[in-house]
């Protein structure tokens, strides 16, 4: 067996050096035989790897232990590990492995695009209950406990059973997600939108939100981020404003002060550098903006112990509205 390739030897250190960075865009090409696609891969594989998809997604880790990373989180896994992620909402997880170890199906995957879901709760009514459970996996959403295996059990149902009777289990999953008692889930990362937004203050939201993270390093303008979600920028910063609570330039704030955070807690580099990598090139405007951000420089906050830093995060957090 050929050596295991570095970047799966240490996975809690490669999810901390990926936070920040633009996640690949997985193409799921379309089944015309099947509403939803499930499956099996092993770990590594190229599938595994930081990226994002249109599509929302049902997750289960089968075997072994190691590190996710979901959105801007970071946590740690085992079998058994359930998650349901939203559309657009960048993931990776990474087992831990003896050299030239490979874990034979780690992984059974749901996938289903938006209009799937849309389509179903228009002709059964229904299953409009479903709405609030894909709001949620906006978030990330992790569950535990008896939901989680029973969830575990019916993502084997759907993989191994076609036809009719694997719409019947996908019905039944979605149904034990949806009804999961708050003991047993976790909406684990950032949300950008306030309860109730319009479909184009989601829209607006998502767009600029994609397009802030992919460019956190680069110019960023509202124009861009307008034309991407195919709005004028007085429609785009109306819709932004109303369904984030934060103007655009204060969510690119938000955002870059965060990369820097992590920066400043889980590497070496100077504060230059990390000026730089966060999008701001006047190191004094950099110190503003983060005593804006956290009440305290750069410098003070990598003093800090990590109960402090995670005091300071929580409050941040507060003020973003999660």
């Not at 767009?207 to 004028?232: C, P, Q, T, V, W």
């Not at 990390?274 to 305290?296: H, K, P, V, W």
């Amino acid at each position: 067996m050929n050596p295991l390739p570095p970047e799966f030897a240490q996975p809690e250190k490669i999810a901390k050096s990926l936070l920040g960075k633009p996640a690949a865009l997985e193409v799921i090409p379309p089944n015309p035989f099947h509403s939803f696609r499930c499956f099996s891969h092993n770990f590594p594989a190229e599938i595994a790897k930081w990226q994002y998809h249109p599509e929302f997604e049902i997750h289960l880790i089968r075997e072994g232990t190691g590190t996710y990373l979901i959105g801007d989180a970071i946590g740690t896994f085992e079998a058994g590990h359930v998650a349901f992620l939203g559309s657009g909402l960048p993931h990776d997880w990474m087992s831990n492995l003896e050299p030239g170890q490979v874990i034979k199906d780690r992984d059974a995957v749901i996938q289903f695009l938006p209009e799937f879901m849309t389509n179903l709760m228009e002709t059964l009514p229904e299953l409009r209950d479903f709405k609030n459970l894909l709001k949620e996996s906006n978030h990330g959403l992790i569950y535990s406990g008896e939901t989680a295996k029973r969830a575990a059990r019916e993502i084997e149902a759907v993989e191994s059973s076609n036809g009719p009777r694997r719409i019947l289990h996908f019905l039944a999953l979605m149904t034990l997600l949806a009804e999961a008692p708050k003991a047993d889930k976790q909406l684990i990362t950032k949300t950008w939108v306030t309860p109730n937004a319009s479909d184009d203050g989601i829209l607006a939201v998502e767009s600029g939100i994609k397009y802030i993270f992919d460019n956190l390093d680069k110019n960023i303008r509202m124009s861009e981020a307008a034309k991407r979600a195919h709005m004028s920028e007085p429609t785009f910063s109306k819709y932004f404003k109303r369904a984030s609570g934060l103007t655009f330039s204060e969510m690119v704030r938000k955002m870059r002060i965060s990369h820097a955070c992590r920066q400043l807690e889980d590497t070496n580099e100077t504060i230059a550098t990390i000026c730089a990598s966060s999008g701001y090139t006047n190191l004094a405007n950099f110190n503003r903006q983060f005593l804006t951000e956290m009440d305290m420089t750069p410098s003070a906050y990598r003093s800090l112990d990590q109960k402090e830093r995670a005091e300071r995060r929580s409050a941040r957090m507060r003020l973003i509205g999660d």
